[in-house]
């Protein structure tokens, strides 16, 4: 079933999946439904908590939550960032959704995907998104086109990157508050937690159950962090970089405790269902020297970090509570379970309506957190991704099931017995090696089918008119962020689009984004001038060029296109030179 067919059998439109606050009254069956609230740290990993062995770090919030909760101790994710979330938003592996990339055309969650926002939206709960979304930031793609209500949140992958406003840097920066950029006071993760539970009391006052999705992009890099909270842990010795990564993950504890005593405030603790989890591996809190085998930091005895298809690229946290029903006093569950698990999860522990026709890769662990089983079904998961706009590559992931890790189609770990990954028995089981081959290979004819098709950016629609292209979504080649930009990157690539009607529309080409408001070739400060003299562009058979004034800010092209998928692509040329570099930013508007 398509997202369009979903939300026309449940009676929703895209106009009311983007409404902001309560619209109508409250549903008198829904009160006592559960609330959901879901909170994804950035880069942490398995052993960044102190809960976990970490001997140095300080997360006393998170580890209350800890022996509050039923925790999933073998809870897999993706490695990297876009993909995991590819995953949580809709139960089904990252692959089948086109979004195995953080940039490259390919962090784009595809069009007909149905999130498990559209499903709470459709089951009448209030729906609302606060942090980093890296799943798209042009229609059909950015979170208030896929079933959220209320969205706060930064460009890109990460404060800072090319589709993030200009400037920001963790501290009183402007975001997009419902798709309008909106300054705030203060610290990044403390405005997205500010956001969210402003969302939460203003539902609970409306007699609404809510959907809360706090992504937090700390403590994602740059590690700007305010240094009181890095000074304690460079005063035991921690190295610098560390130390911010640390510290971040102190604010973000803090926070927690802020939400917790605003759950208490509200009388809606016991109610809600809470759970933490982090997107992949840690990014910052352990190295391992290749060459003299040194470690410092922790991983909890894990092989591998962010990237990795180790079980420390991909194995993290993930803390459930719902005290109503049971879900609460610290109780372990070592079944092997994923990210692709949580959407139908959710959907049952909440009694919601399942999507008719989406076949999700996950299952729901709803009888098994609630201890009505002791184990699930035996089965292989499957974790890949792949950082470029090509398609995945064959064997290049890892296969699991509850003893065994399969990585890169050769490698076979036991991991009851190593959980380290140090000894690859793949030569001693090769009958393991080829159940879980076979199951790749059934898993892998399934998921490459539409391999071959792109998530173009839709131009034209009333929902964003104009629209912003960035260098992010380029293929092949990105300045994925304002830094490259700044230097003047020489890169180009196209970008995937798609006209939604025929008409008339205008390409400015621009190297700064509106905001900054500066000549093509001139330098902010920090940056680079660059010569270009000439700007060109093509969009599917049409080529146009024209000359670029000196003080030019923009060039705009106004040409009649048809509806239909194509390509758009740029160019910044300095006709004296040779040198040449694609339009950072495009806006494209369709007129009249």
Known sequence: MSRRNFLKTAGLSAVALTLPKTTGAADPSSARRPNVILVMTDDQGYGDLACHGNPVIQTPNL????????????????????????SLMTGRDTVRTGAWGTTWGRSLLRKDEV??????????????????????????????????????????????????????DYFDDTYFHNGSPTKYTGYCTDVWFDGAMAFIEDSVKNGRPFFCYIPTNAPHGPLNVDEKYSKPYLEKGVPDNRARFYGMITNFD???????????????????????????????????????????????????????????GHRVPCFIRWPARGLHGGRDISEMTAHVDLTPTLIELCGIKQPDGVKFDGMSIAPLLLGKVAELPARSLFIQFRQSHEPPEKWNGAVMNRKWRLVNGTELYNIETDSGQEKDVAAEHPDVVKKLRDDYEAWWAEVSKRFHEGCPIILGSDKENPT?????????????NQRHILNGM???????????RDGSYEFTLRRWPVEVDQPIIAAVPDGKAIAATTARLQ??????????????????????????????????????????????????????
């Not at 809606?268 to 591996?281: E, P």
């Open 63 to 86: 580890d209350r939550l800890h022996s509050e909760s039923v925790r999933l101790t073998d809870f897999h994710v993706c490695p990297v960032c876009t993909p995991t979330r590819a």
């Open 115 to 168: 999130t498990v926002a559209d499903v709470f939206a459709a089951g009448g709960y209030r729906t609302g998104m606060f942090g980093k979304w890296h799943l798209g930031d042009n229609y059909p793609f950015r979170p208030e086109d896929r079933g959220f209500h209320e969205v706060l949140r930064h460009g890109g992958g990460g404060v800072g990157q090319t589709t993030d406003y200009w400037g920001n």
């Open 254 to 312: 803090e926070n927690m405790a802020r939400l917790e005593k605003k759950l208490d405030a509200l009388g809606i603790r016991d109610n809600t269902i809470l759970i933490f989890l982090t997107d992949n591996g840690t990014a910052g809190g352990y190295d391992r020297d290749r060459r003299t085998k040194k470690i410092t930091g922790f991983n909890a005895g894990m092989r591998g970090t962010k990237g990795s298809y180790y079980d420390g």
């Open 468 to 480: 912003c292209l960035s260098g992010f979504d380029w293929h092949t080649q990105t300045p994925w």
């Open 490 to 500: 020489e890169a180009n690539s196209y970008w995937a689009v798609e006209i939604e």
């Open 539 to 592: 969009i599917g058979d049409i080529e146009k060029e024209q000359p670029i004034p000196a003080d030019a800010k923009a060039v705009t092209f106004t040409l009649p296109m048809k509806a239909g998928k194509t390509r758009l692509q740029t160019w910044l040329i300095d006709e004296k030179t040779g040198e040449s570099r694609g339009a950072y930013y495009v806006y494209v508007k369709r007129l009249g």
